[in-house]
């Protein structure tokens, strides 16, 4: 059974770093064709593509926040960490973690909202 | 606004056919990458609904179809139940940038 939760702080200051962990289970992803890829969601709005890490450590980054953004294999084997520099309000949304394969997303987390403010 | 464009909303009575489309470009769809759709209830995260263009993940309903065609695809659906009332979208990679992953804004199907 895969699962995927997301986990880091609900409340972050503008200009502060945002730390994100996704800790899952039911796969490998030392698995060829495994990834890993963090989405987020603004309140009403849509979903946007942020990264991805690969099986094979390749690491992948939209281009509007590619200067921002850093995703990386966590400590433990089944963790994926995700950083974001100088966080703004607008930056303030749902952020999900989900397992890709073949470039579809099969499993995605419960999700964290985020609320960025002062 | 969104890499893919897709209407903000559709609407349809319950036992009805209705399609939400999924416009790209020669640098994601029509570039060949595949189409990938989402569904996504009230206060949930979204849910694969089809991968690959027009394939099925087990337990998703025949009633949910897609299919890709130069630079879009369509997500169909027959039955209409209330049930189905959610926000979809599509997904694809798009080779403007290596690697990166593209979403449509999303469509609003309503059960009227």
């Known amino acids: 059974q895969v699962t995927l939760r997301e986990s880091g702080p609900a409340l972050v200051k503008p200009t502060q770093i945002l730390t994100l962990t996704c800790t899952f289970s039911?796969?490998?992803?030392?698995?060829?064709?495994?990834?890993v890829s963090w989405i987020r969601q603004p309140p009403g709005k849509a979903l946007e593509w942020l990264a991805r890490?690969?099986?094979?450590?390749?690491?992948y980054y939209t281009t509007s926040l590619k200067t921002r953004l850093t995703i990386s294999k966590g400590t433990s084997k089944n963790q994926v960490v995700l950083t974001m520099t100088n966080m703004d309000p607008v930056d303030t949304a749902t952020y999900y973690c989900?397992?890709?394969?073949?470039?579809?997303?099969?499993?995605w987390g419960q999700g964290t909202l985020v609320t960025v403010s002062s | 606004q969104s890499v893919l464009t897709q209407p903000p909303s559709v609407s349809g009575a319950p036992g009805q056919r209705v399609t939400i489309s999924c416009t790209g470009s020669?640098?994601?769809?029509?570039?060949?990458?595949?189409v990938h759709w989402y569904q996504q209830l009230p206060g949930a995260a979204p849910k694969l609904l089809i991968y690959?263009?027009?394939n099925r993940p087990s337990g998703v309903p025949d009633r949910f179809s897609g299919s890709k065609s130069g630079t879009s695809a369509s997500l169909a659906i027959t039955g209409l139940q209330a049930e189905d009332e959610a926000d979809y979208y599509c997904?694809?990679?798009?080779?403007?940038?290596?690697?990166?992953?593209?979403f449509g804004g999303g469509t609003k199907l309503t059960v009227l």
């Open positions: 020669s640098s994601n769809i029509g570039a060949g990458y595949d």
């Open positions: 690959g263009n027009s």
């Open positions: 890490i690969d099986w094979d450590d390749d690491k």
């Open positions: 997904q694809s990679s798009d080779n403007s940038v290596s690697g990166s992953r593209v």
């Open positions: 039911g796969f490998s992803l030392s698995t060829s064709g495994m990834c």
């Open positions: 989900a397992r890709e394969r073949t470039g579809s997303i099969d499993y």
